[in-house]
Nanobody
């Protein structure tokens, strides 16, 4: 189970921190990540992290502004979002991809950036 929290309304240039609480299975060999979906647009990749190694990757649109991290003790995956832009407005989803390719999704959390 993946449960997101931390979304909300923020002004452009501001920051938000999203958190994803993972439970119900061992995620040590999973690739965790965040996707987002804006109204009328396709769901898109934002950031990913390998739970075992901590290696990360980001969409070009968020590089240098967003940071993904995981806390093995708390079983959480966080997304620190700085210098937010109105185009970052979307529903953000936490995801966990198993080695076999099956992907679990959270219910999503709304992020709204006002100009």
């Amino acid at each position: 189970q993946l449960v997101e929290s931390g979304g909300g309304l923020v002004q452009a240039g501001g920051s938000l921190r999203l958190s994803c609480a993972a439970s119900g299975r061992t995620f040590s060999n999973y690739r965790m990540g965040w996707f987002r979906q804006a109204p009328g647009k396709e769901r898109e990749f934002v950031a990913g992290i390998r739970w075992s190694s901590g290696s990360t990757d980001y969409a070009d649109s968020v590089k240098g502004r967003f940071t993904i991290s995981r806390d093995s003790a708390k079983n959480t995956v966080d997304l620190q979002m700085n210098s937010l832009k109105p185009e970052d407005t979307a529903v953000y989803y936490c995801t966990a991809a198993s080695p076999s390719g099956y992907r679990y999704w959270g219910q999503g959390t709304q992020v709204t950036v006002s100009s």
